[in-house]
């Protein structure tokens, strides 16, 4: 069971504050990633917040399905997400990247809790996520494995061999999502090494693969929930986004991948977003 | 000797834009020099030669392993291959490819890894080489550098490029004190002595140079000499300068922005115990991961300051007995 259930409104609602998360801490910050994380927020805040089955007030109930964030990077999506479930208090947000703080720029599973991987080195998590399904599979249980991907992070080999395991298992408990945002640190993925025809590569490897607008909440709901009832087979969801969604002059600009908007860049986005600094701020300390 | 400036005033630049600067020289030099990177391209400053020499740049994606044998490959034809990430990645990820291909055949790669060290700062663990010398080291025909600041790190580039085989350059992503000078004499494999003083040998490398020089006036404002080797190339390792600091100073202490377990001064102490057994002192990371945190902050958190060094130096000379 999904602790929230919440509707399309309340997950587009969600998504919106968790935007908001991400650039206030970012600018709290002065360093991190900033794109990936925005491109990200709609179909993770819709996989905790509506899909998978998992217990803030436990993150180790052993009945929680596994989400692991291959891409460690979007630290400030996966965070913010944790912190809106209530695995931590807001106010941790605002310690990012800070000596002390247990919010690593790239995750640690033993320290945050709800972090189920360490990551942060690309291409690891898909073979992680192949051997808890395969374990969850073993013991016969029903829970499910969930790994988050970039699209520049298809380019490591070991994607490769996780994902020809998957399909010759026949894992049907794991559900991989790819963040095809076509950008990456030095530019477009098309132009840097494409990684076309991707929907052809992952059928062949023997999975179901399903493509969607990866900001469109309700196609984001069906095809999670259209994995759960595939069997035999893994499944992808090519989800089809955009670096820096929801802040017009990110949008796009794979120059956004790994710097953290200026105060004044932060309070543009900020207003785009509906709110300030100050309030959101605000809003994080107190909680 | 070397004027050690205050930690405000002393001009400070990146190793790995002296790489970057001398890579582009050396390709306007030589037709045959080609260099590869992971997507990464502006981070490790490969983007000047990329911009010029388009031909001979090939940006392989974030596939480590790819990258390593393309440019072993490419060595196999003649070209002097420099592939360039993060440290991390450049070693670990790639490391039976650079063990059985690269070092095994002996051939004509240079690896650049940045973001070698704590001064990495905020990405944390994950970003913070603290393992590749280890790593590189005891691989047999790998020459391994660790260039102190900008002017070392051009001159350390043009080295290992004219130097036929493996070889490993540790970059830096923060800005370093600049503790040599554009006409200081480098030699791949030989040490070199920063200041005199025979009381106790500081030997350091990379940032650590600068601490260790500033560790060596704390010492001297006590009465203490202390004599500070900059050891930039730990593997071939310099003998000569290490035996003779263990036998006119008669202690040691080492200090890198390194795992403590086979480091540099790891390499120091296999020289020091077999040719003239001194008391030692490590400063290092002892056995622990990094952390998120402003660089500087870091250095303070885990004791790589000058006046960790300073008190390493007190203890061991109070072991010469
Ligand atoms: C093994 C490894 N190589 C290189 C890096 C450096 N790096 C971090 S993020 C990134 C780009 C990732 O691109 P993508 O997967 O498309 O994520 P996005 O840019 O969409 O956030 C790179 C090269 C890394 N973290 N790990």
Redesign the interface.
């Known amino acids: 069971m999904n602790p929230f259930n919440y509707d399309i409104k309340q997950l587009q609602e969600k998504a919106r504050d968790i935007r908001r998360d991400i650039i206030t801490m970012l600018v709290e910050?002065r360093?991190?990633h900033t794109g990936g994380p925005l491109s990200v927020t709609d179909f993770a805040t819709a996989l905790y917040f509506n899909i998978a089955n998992h217990n803030p007030e436990n993150p180790s109930d052993l009945n929680r399905d596994f989400i692991v964030y291959s891409i460690?990077h979007v630290t400030p999506a996966n965070y913010s997400i944790l912190a809106e479930c209530g695995y931590f208090p807001l106010r941790d947000l605002m310690t990012f990247?800070?000596?002390?703080?247990h919010?690593?720029?790239?995750p640690?599973m033993l320290e945050t809790p709800g972090i189920e991987a360490?990551?942060?080195?690309?291409?690891q998590g898909l073979s992680i996520s192949v051997g808890v399904a395969s374990g969850y599979r073993m013991d016969g249980k029903p829970n499910r494995a969930y790994c988050i991907m970039g699209d520049?992070?298809q380019?490591?080999?070991a994607v490769w061999e996780a994902a020809m395991a998957a399909g010759f298992l026949k894992l049907d408990n794991l559900c991989a999502v790819l963040d095809l945002n076509n950008a990456?640190?030095?530019g477009p993925t098309d132009k840097?090494?494409s990684i076309q025809p991707i929907v052809d590569k992952y059928k062949s490897f023997n999975w179901n693969v399903i493509e969607i607008d990866g900001h469109d909440t309700e196609q984001i709901i069906k095809a999670f929930n259209t994995a759960k009832t595939v069997r035999g087979m893994p499944t992808i969801i090519i989800a089809k986004t955009v670096m820096g969604k929801g802040v017009s002059f990110m949008e796009g600009d794979y120059r956004w991948h790994g710097v953290p908007p200026t105060p004044e860049q932060g309070d543009d986005a900020l207003k785009e977003l509906g709110t300030t600094y100050e309030e959101w701020s605000q809003r994080l300390l107190s909680n | 000797m070397v004027v050690v400036t205050d930690r405000i005033s002393i001009e400070k630049k990146k190793t790995r834009q002296g790489f970057g600067h001398e890579l582009l020289e050396l390709g306007r030099e030589k037709d045959n020099i080609v260099v590869l990177t992971g997507d990464v391209k502006g981070s490790v400053n490969v983007s000047y030669f990329a911009d010029e020499f388009p031909d001979r740049f090939i940006n392989c994606g974030i596939a480590e392993q790819n990258m390593c044998n393309i440019a072993s490959g490419l060595s196999l034809v003649g070209k002097v291959a420099f592939f360039a990430t993060y440290g991390c990645f450049a070693t670990a990820r790639c490391l039976d490819m650079i063990r059985t291909t690269v070092c095994y055949g002996n051939l004509n790669v240079k690896i650049a890894g940045s973001h070698g060290g704590l001064l990495t700062g905020p990405d944390g663990a994950s970003h913070q080489a603290l393992e590749e010398l280890g790593l590189m080291r005891v691989l047999p025909n790998m020459t391994v550098v660790i260039p102190c600041d900008y002017w070392e790190a051009r001159k350390a580039t043009r080295a290992v490029s004219e130097k036929p085989g493996p070889c490993f350059l540790r970059l830096g992503r923060a800005s370093v004190p600049v503790v040599t000078s554009e006409d200081a004499p480098f030699e791949l494999g030989r040490g070199t002595l920063m200041r005199r003083g025979n009381d106790v040998a500081l030997i350091a490398c990379g940032s650590m140079v600068y601490e260790a020089l500033l560790a060596a006036e704390i010492l001297a404002g006590e009465g203490v000499e202390a004599r500070v080797i900059n050891l930039h190339t730990i593997k071939p390792i310099d003998k000569d300068i290490l035996v003779r600091a263990a036998s006119e100073c008669g202690a040691i202490v080492t200090a890198e922005e390194h795992q403590i377990y086979c480091g540099m001064g790891s390499a120091v102490a296999e020289v020091i115990v077999r040719h003239q057994p001194v008391p030692m002192e490590f400063i290092g990371v002892n056995d622990r991961f990094g952390e998120s945190g402003d660089g500087q902050e870091l250095l303070t958190k885990f004791g790589l300051r000058d006046i960790n060094i300073a008190e390493a130096a007190r203890k061991a000379i109070k072991r010469k007995g």
């Open positions: 910050a360093s991190g460690g990247r800070k000596l002390g703080s919010l690593q720029g790239h640690n360490s990551t942060g080195s690309l291409g520049g992070e380019q490591e080999g990456q640190i030095d840097i090494m």
